[in-house]
């Protein structure tokens, strides 16, 4: 009669399912206890398998089944919260939506800016560029608090005269004690569909931009 002298096989095809993961919960357990009975049918009697160890490898397959069960419920999770977030985003379509950017324009509505702070700045300056790079406009806004702040601007350069229409984009300067603080452009926009792919939901705004549902920092 051939004997079996540890269960080392039965461990190492836990590890290779748990690796590989292409059979089922059922189909694993089914190799597991098929092995195991054929190893305590062939023992040694004279070195008989290892209790503390049949014992490991049964935790060893309740894991198995525990993490494939886990990730399942996982699954099912997100697919239900990105159904409801895309129904939420589908609300905002025509709505306004302060996100990351850095557009603006010499008229309402398109002159609102925003921008967060990492944390609260004493100094905090907004330059606002044309097209070509060049700065038009220098707005010293002073101390601003940590968080979404907002701005307008009056669509005047600084040398006092009106700004033309056309493409413009800003950017935020702050300091505090010296040190550069962390900060986000914001720029208002349009929503006008929603869409979900690989990154979840994202909103398509006007002018061919799209960004992520979470990137939203306020609603109008």
Partial sequence: MSTVQDASSASSLLGATAAASKGSTADTQNRFLSLLVAQMKNQDPLNPLDNAQVTSQMAQLSTVQGIEEMNSKLAALASSLGTNQMSQAAALIGRDVLVPGNRVGPSQPDNLMGMELSRPADKVTLTIH????????????????????????????????????????????????????????????????????????????????SVGYADIRQIF
Avoid at 156 to 185: H, L, W
């Fill in 130 to 209: 044309d097209a070509s790079g060049q700065a038009v406009r220098t707005l010293n806004l002073g101390p601003r608090d940590v968080g979404v702040g907002m701005v307008a601007w009056d669509g005047m350069t600084d040398a006092g005269t009106p700004a033309p229409a056309g493409a413009y984009s800003f950017q935020i300067d702050a300091v505090q004690g010296g040190q550069a603080v962390g900060n986000t452009a914001l720029n208002l926009g349009v929503v006008n569909s929603v869409s979900q792919n690989a990154q979840g939901v994202q909103l398509n705004l006007a002018g061919s931009t």
